[in-house]
């Protein structure tokens, strides 16, 4: 075990020191919830770092979205660079769960886009998580979903050592077991290949791959490879590979299961024959017979984890594991890691949201047939099971809602507030704008061009935020056409496109963005001079008192932040959202006074936080791109036949790694080519 060392260029300032030692005497006195009400850009991820590195135990920190979750990953990186900092989300980019509708009886299968990125990256969570203490993950609400057995994934991987006596074939057979697919073509991760005395093997949480070398029933060498050159990293004498996928059974357990899963058929199909319901029989029976049959096959099937329960062993109702069961706990069973809940006035809601809605959906499928009763169990944690799985909590948020208020109320927790900014940073100034018409701009979205057109001038950013994603697109459609640089971010926009936005809109790529209420939370973006609220008196949930000072606090980074808040009339939650906003400013103005501080505008590097999440392969084309650009100028046609001869001849050498980058790099100059055309 490594103790954690925080990296930091300065040191805490503002209110920083006071709400890190009493958060950390909280922790020592055991206070199960603690809440860090702390205002956008006072350094909450900062303070948090500094507790992680006096607890020195692991550390989970859950984020509502995946576009915050990455960029609290990139911070923590920077503070804990000698240690595990991994991110953990969903690795769907799409995700149509299977679902039935009987007023118009329409089955819906299930769909999904895996992006092999993301997976790497949740295997890369999980493995450090069973190997070593210095470890600190940063999830989204994937992490109460089940994800298999940390015992068996444990309990199942490969050892290998340089000398073992293992033969090819048996190496071979002990892949697959481990659901490792064989290929002859590229690899990539969670495949292997077999080359003469040489097996080749992809992890699914690295990007190299190892190249064992067999000599008869002997281990004489392993080599780690880059996967895209192929150059040499390193020769360890000793390798582990995990299972490439996380639900893993032996194959005792794998008959035990389908034992009791014919049994739970027969009771099902015996119900629906009481109930005279010969359809939904017939449904069930084809479907699961499919299934087994598959898994006898194959030790998988698609939807194998809608008999998770049998797998595990479970009991009908209990939870299912999950990246919790992955951190480690006392001999009493008691959690023990550290966990933080970033902008806890919406993850929390959304932990509590989720079993409902999962277990509505599945209860329909039972009934009519298209599952079996177990299928229940392949669910999220309840909120109960999830406080029960989670220790002492630390909640972040500026705008802390109900649950974390009443939780750390002393004696048993407490609510620390961290209001002053070390930039001596002040709130945004307001103004409200009626949304008819004011001056020569008829209209809000006339006003807030005009507003914009000056920030850019001036080199400053704007946002927007709109009540639908229709509306936010259609807004960046006409602000395009005025010829502002515009894009839009709503939950339909994937993950990593997502986050590339946000950064080239730092950069300057992009002047404004629009979105609806995914700007609102945790999104550090220190160049927004200028934020307009559309609709700001419409009172609901995207314009309630927590939303509206939630969106303020976008523009509180920056020396010139200013919010422009168009309505008519001035709701309850407007009220109280400036009341709050123009309470803060007079705390800051105050103590910037008697320290003699003068704001100044936060200055953070512009960093691809989807760098991570991008392949070596993607960024290996990009490079060879920039370093031929001059080349292809001159004369493209004469440099795509070069190109293509370079091609074939490593094809006939037989590399193929260099033939494949090759050809991608072709695909992409002759569709710039023809797009010139």
């Given at each position: 075990?490594?103790?954690?060392?925080?990296?930091?260029?300065?040191?805490?300032?503002?209110?920083?020191?006071?709400?890190?030692?009493?958060?950390?005497?909280?922790?020592?006195?055991?206070?199960?919830?603690?809440?860090?009400l702390g205002v956008t850009g006072s350094g909450k991820t900062f303070t948090t770092a500094n507790i992680i590195a006096n607890y020195d135990k692991p550390t989970l920190v859950l984020a509502h979205n995946k576009t915050l979750a990455a960029q609290l990953a990139s911070e923590y990186r920077d503070f804990f660079p000698e240690h595990a900092v991994h991110y953990f989300v969903s690795y769907y980019d799409y995700y149509q769960p299977e679902a039935y509708i009987a007023h118009s009886d329409t089955y819906i299968e299930k769909e999904a886009q895996i992006n092999a990125e993301i997976d790497r990256l949740r295997h890369s969570?999980?493995?450090?998580?069973?190997?070593?203490?210095?470890?600190?993950?940063?999830?989204?609400?994937?992490?109460?979903?089940?994800?298999?057995?940390?015992?068996?994934?444990?309990?199942?991987?490969?050892?290998?050592?340089?000398?073992?006596?293992?033969?090819?074939?048996?190496?071979?057979?002990?892949?697959?077991?481990?659901?490792?697919?064989?290929?002859?073509?590229?690899?990539?991760?969670?495949?292997?290949?077999?080359?003469?005395?040489?097996?080749?093997?992809?992890?699914?949480?690295?990007?190299?791959?190892?190249?064992?070398?067999?000599?008869?029933?002997?281990?004489?060498?392993?080599?780690?490879?880059?996967?895209?050159?192929?150059?040499?990293?390193?020769?360890?004498?000793?390798?582990?590979?995990?299972?490439?996928?996380?639900?893993?059974?032996?194959?005792?357990?794998?008959?035990?299961?389908?034992?009791?899963?014919?049994?739970?058929?027969?009771?099902?199909?015996?119900?629906?024959?009481?109930?005279?319901?010969?359809?939904?029989?017939?449904?069930?029976?084809?479907?699961?017979?499919?299934?087994?049959?598959?898994?006898?096959?194959?030790?998988?099937?698609?939807?194998?984890?809608?008999?998770?329960?049998?797998?595990?062993?479970?009991?009908?109702?209990?939870?299912?594991?999950?990246?919790?069961?992955?951190?480690?706990?006392?001999?009493?069973?008691?959690?023990?890691?550290?966990?933080?809940?970033?902008?806890?006035?919406?993850?929390?809601?959304?932990?509590?949201?989720?079993?409902?809605?999962?277990?509505?959906?599945?209860?329909?499928?039972?009934?009519?047939?298209?599952?079996?009763?177990?299928?229940?169990?392949?669910?999220?944690?309840?909120?109960?099971?999830?406080?029960?799985?989670?220790?002492?909590?630390?909640?972040?948020?500026?705008?802390?809602?109900?649950?974390?208020?009443?939780?750390?109320?002393?004696?048993?927790?407490?609510?620390?507030?961290?209001?002053?900014?070390?930039?001596?940073?002040?709130?945004?100034?307001?103004?409200?704008?009626?949304?008819?018409?004011?001056?020569?701009?008829?209209?809000?979205?006339?006003?807030?061009?005009?507003?914009?057109?000056?920030?850019?001038?001036?080199?400053?950013?704007?946002?927007?935020?709109?009540?639908?994603?229709?509306?936010?697109?259609?807004?960046?459609?006409?602000?395009?056409?005025?010829?502002?640089?515009?894009?839009?971010?709503?939950?339909?926009?994937?993950?990593?496109?997502?986050?590339?936005?946000?950064?080239?809109?730092?950069?300057?790529?992009?002047?404004?963005?629009?979105?609806?209420?995914?700007?609102?939370?945790?999104?550090?973006?220190?160049?927004?001079?200028?934020?307009?609220?559309?609709?700001?008196?419409?009172?609901?949930?995207?314009?309630?008192?927590?939303?509206?000072?939630?969106?303020?606090?976008?523009?509180?980074?920056?020396?010139?932040?200013?919010?422009?808040?168009?309505?008519?009339?001035?709701?309850?939650?407007?009220?109280?959202?400036?009341?709050?906003?123009?309470?803060?400013?007079?705390?800051?103005?105050?103590?910037?006074?008697?320290?003699?501080?003068?704001?100044?505008?936060?200055?953070?590097?512009?960093?691809?936080?989807?760098?991570?999440?991008?392949?070596?392969?993607?960024?290996?084309?990009?490079?060879?791109?920039?370093?031929?650009?001059?080349?292809?100028?001159?004369?493209?046609?004469?440099?795509?036949?070069?190109?293509?001869?370079?091609?074939?001849?490593?094809?006939?050498?037989?590399?193929?790694?260099?033939?494949?980058?090759?050809?991608?790099?072709?695909?992409?100059?002759?569709?710039?080519?023809?797009?010139?055309?």
């Amino acid at each position: 075990m490594r103790n954690f060392t925080l990296h930091s260029p300065y040191s805490p300032a503002g209110d920083q020191p006071e709400a890190i030692e009493a958060l950390s005497k909280g922790i020592k006195k055991g206070m199960r919830h603690q809440t860090l009400l702390g205002v956008t850009g006072s350094g909450k991820t900062f303070t948090t770092a500094n507790i992680i590195a006096n607890y020195d135990k692991p550390t989970l920190v859950l984020a509502h979205n995946k576009t915050l979750a990455a960029q609290l990953a990139s911070e923590y990186r920077d503070f804990f660079p000698e240690h595990a900092v991994h991110y953990f989300v969903s690795y769907y980019d799409y995700y149509q769960p299977e679902a039935y509708i009987a007023h118009s009886d329409t089955y819906i299968e299930k769909e999904a886009q895996i992006n092999a990125e993301i997976d790497r990256l949740r295997h890369s969570a999980t493995q450090a998580l069973l190997t070593r203490r210095d470890v600190i993950i940063v999830a989204s609400v994937s992490a109460i979903y089940g994800l298999g057995s940390p015992e068996e994934y444990k309990k199942r991987h490969v050892n290998m050592t340089v000398g073992d006596t293992l033969s090819r074939a048996e190496l071979l057979r002990k892949l697959v077991g481990i659901y490792f697919e064989r290929t002859s073509a590229d690899l990539l991760p969670g495949q292997f290949r077999a080359i003469g005395n040489n097996i080749e093997v992809m992890p699914v949480n690295e990007k190299m791959l190892y190249r064992i070398t067999f000599d008869d029933e002997h281990i004489v060498s392993i080599n780690t490879l880059d996967a895209i050159s192929r150059a040499l990293i390193d020769t360890p004498n000793n390798i582990f590979i995990f299972p490439a996928k996380h639900f893993v059974t032996s194959e005792k357990d794998r008959e035990k299961a389908i034992i009791e899963i014919k049994s739970e058929l027969e009771e099902q199909l015996a119900k629906f024959k009481r109930e005279e319901k010969p359809l939904e029989a017939e449904r069930l029976k084809r479907r699961t017979l499919h299934d087994l049959s598959m898994i006898r096959e194959v030790g998988y099937t698609n939807g194998i984890e809608n008999y998770s329960r049998h797998f595990d062993g479970r009991a009908p109702g209990d939870p299912p594991h999950t990246l919790l069961s992955y951190f480690p706990h006392t001999k009493e069973g008691d959690a023990d890691f550290l966990t933080i809940i970033d902008e806890s006035h919406v993850t929390i809601p959304q932990i509590s949201g989720m079993f409902a809605g999962d277990r509505s959906r599945k209860n329909t499928l039972i009934e009519y047939g298209f599952r079996l009763p177990s299928a229940r169990d392949n669910r999220p944690l309840t909120f109960e099971e999830f406080e029960e799985r989670v220790g002492l909590t630390i909640y972040m948020s500026a705008t802390p809602g109900p649950y974390e208020r009443e939780h750390s109320t002393p004696p048993k927790g407490q609510i620390v507030e961290q209001v002053i900014r070390p930039t001596g940073l002040i709130d945004p100034e307001l103004v409200v704008r009626g949304v008819v018409e004011f001056g020569d701009y008829p209209g809000q979205v006339a006003n807030f061009i005009s507003e914009s057109e000056k920030v850019i001038a001036g080199g400053g950013r704007v946002l927007a935020t709109t009540l639908t994603k229709v509306m936010a697109e259609d807004l960046t459609d006409f602000l395009k056409k005025r010829g502002l640089k515009t894009e839009y971010i709503h939950s339909d926009v994937k993950t990593i496109d997502r986050i590339e936005i946000l950064t080239k809109f730092r950069k300057g790529i992009f002047d404004i963005i629009v979105g609806v209420n995914l700007l609102r939370e945790g999104l550090d973006l220190p160049e927004v001079e200028l934020i307009g609220i559309l609709d700001a008196d419409k009172e609901g949930f995207l314009r309630s008192e927590t939303a509206l000072i939630q969106t303020i606090g976008r523009a509180a980074r920056n020396i010139s932040g200013r919010v422009i808040l168009y309505a008519d009339v001035m709701t309850g939650s407007l009220t109280r959202a400036m009341n709050e906003t123009n309470r803060r400013r007079s705390i800051q103005i105050a103590y910037n006074k008697k320290h003699h501080i003068t704001p100044k505008t936060v200055h953070k590097e512009i960093r691809d936080i989807a760098e991570s999440m991008r392949s070596e392969h993607e960024k290996t084309i990009d490079s060879l791109l920039v370093v031929d650009s001059s080349l292809y100028k001159k004369n493209p046609k004469r440099f795509i036949k070069d190109k293509r001869a370079q091609m074939n001849e490593a094809v006939a050498k037989l590399d193929f790694e260099t033939a494949a980058l090759i050809r991608d790099e072709l695909a992409f100059l002759e569709n710039k080519t023809s797009a010139k055309k």
